[in-house]
């Protein structure tokens, strides 16, 4: 994993916003990425995912973007509620190493909803 | 709703100690990943199992650190002697080989003193 140092990059928000959380990913031959959600006190929760062939996925209230000319990913969460005050981690697939698929996780980005 | 159970949530032990840390992967997923997460170094990879044999524990010591798989429905990751600097919230994973998903438990927190 990557060094997150003692602070989290820190997205703060208003109840009701639009919410945008980035994250750069290190292997252009990755073709698979996941969006985690890691509330205090749990396991980190899958959100959505996306593979290399789209560049666009929605969900319920979330949508995730691929640019892979970058190699950047983005977290898209529309009307920002307090219950999604929690720890946002992607993750790539960085395919077949010593025969399984392992997944490498970013630092992560702590989301603050504000009322 | 199938979920990844681990046991126990909380530790605290004093160094020297053995600590067995659980996890009972969700029924059907074959694959078994062991994670620790720190705030310095974030979520490490430390052992992967598909169809309970070790298939990589490169992120593991080696020489404290043992991970088994009895049966299908029970992981174990071992610490002995167990050290302050092992302080962490340990993760289990499960899944199916050739998905990349992977569904987290909620962790053991091991404070060793």
């Known amino acids: 994993g990557e060094s997150v140092g003692l602070h989290l990059p820190t997205l703060s928000v208003q109840e009701g916003d639009n919410s945008i959380i980035n994250c750069a990913y290190s292997n252009s031959a990755s073709d698979y990425f996941i969006w985690y959600k890691q509330e205090s006190g749990k396991g980190p929760q899958f959100i959505i995912d996306i593979r290399s062939n789209m560049d666009k996925r929605q969900g319920q209230r979330v949508t995730v973007l691929l640019n892979k000319t970058v190699k950047h990913l983005s977290l898209q969460i529309a009307a920002t509620q307090p219950g999604d005050s929690a720890v946002y981690f992607c993750?790539?697939?960085?395919?077949?190493?010593?025969?399984?698929?392992?997944?490498?996780f970013g630092a992560g980005t702590r989301l603050a909803v504000h009322p | 709703d199938a979920r990844v159970t681990q046991t126990p949530r909380d530790k605290v032990t004093e160094m020297g100690q053995e600590v067995t840390m659980r996890c009972q992967p969700i029924l059907g997923h074959n694959t078994v990943f062991w994670y620790r997460q720190t705030m310095m170094q974030g979520l490490e990879l430390l052992a992967y199992f598909r169809n309970r044999a070790p298939l990589d524990d490169s992120g593991m010591p080696k020489d404290r650190f043992s991970a088994e798989m009895p049966d299908a429905t029970l992981a174990t990751l071992k610490i002995q002697p167990s050290e302050p600097r092992d302080s962490a919230v340990y993760f289990c994973a499960s899944g199916f080989s050739g998905i990349e998903t992977q569904y987290f438990g909620p962790g053991t927190r091991l404070l060793v003193l």
């Open positions: 993750a790539e697939n960085v395919g077949p190493s010593g025969g399984y698929n392992k997944l490498i």
